[in-house]
T-cell receptor
């Protein structure tokens, strides 16, 4: 158990719908990262938040958005869903920003949310 | 930009045999390198990491990897495979460029390890 929790575990929805994925980081971790794992794209970084602020963006679609709340949990919102959005969505957390200390780079992954768009 | 290439999407070994999973990276700045393991229907678990210092790093479950800068490689090895090692393995790279990356991981495509009795 990494200490990172994600809900729900599974989500089945229809095209055009909107869903929200939730992530609670490990106690004390300020950074939250979102990744998407799909068969055709592999594991891709989507977005990172640090202490409530967006700090880095990857290949995240405009239909997707995220935020990190004052209690440090994060939500990933996916809208106007398409079949191709079906994937496993992982959240990871780390202590802080990348820095001289190696521990800052260690990310702990949650179990993921499997999204199926029908 | 960074990239990771894992040679071989599938590797099959016999129980007790050497495990060698290959990873090559591309990075314009000194990298931080990681190997993660993913068991079916589970999240990613860190096996080992290289940041600075000793180039041979030891991880959990008897795995180790060696950072070879001249070859831009970070291959994962285990002397003797066990049935429980069957999983998918991901090599990943990140770096601290003083502000732009903030530790995001760039992953390889993954290697599925099968262990035969």
């Amino acid at each position: 158990d990494s200490g990172v929790t994600q809900t729900p575990k599974h989500l089945i929805t229809a095209t055009g719908q909107r869903v929200t994925l939730r992530c609670s980081p490990r106690s004390g971790d300020l950074s939250v990262y979102w990744y998407q794992q799909s068969l055709d794209q592999g594991l891709q970084f989507l977005i990172q938040y640090y202490n409530g602020e967006e700090r880095a963006k990857g290949n995240i679609l405009e239909r997707f958005s995220a935020q990190q709340f004052p209690d440090l949990h994060s939500e990933l919102n996916l809208s106007s869903l398409e079949l191709g959005d079906s994937a496993l969505y992982f959240c990871a957390s780390s202590v802080g920003l990348a820095g001289a200390s190696s521990s800052y780079n260690e990310q702990f992954f949650g179990p993921g949310t499997r999204l199926t768009v029908l | 930009a960074q990239s990771v290439t894992q040679l071989g999407s599938h590797v099959s070994v016999s129980e007790g045999a050497l495990v060698l999973l290959r990873c090559n990276y591309s990075s314009s700045v000194p990298p931080y390198l990681f190997w993660y393991v993913q068991y079916p229907n589970q999240g990613l678990q860190l096996l080992l990491k290289y940041t600075t210092g000793a180039t041979l790093v030891k991880g959990i479950n008897g795995f180790e990897a060696e950072f070879k800068k001249s070859e831009t490689s970070f291959h994962l090895t285990k002397p003797s495979a066990h049935m429980s090692d069957a999983a998918e393995y991901f090599c990943a790279v990140s770096y601290n460029a003083g502000g732009t990356s903030y530790g995001k991981l760039t992953f390889g495509q993954g290697t599925i390890l099968t262990v035969h009795p």
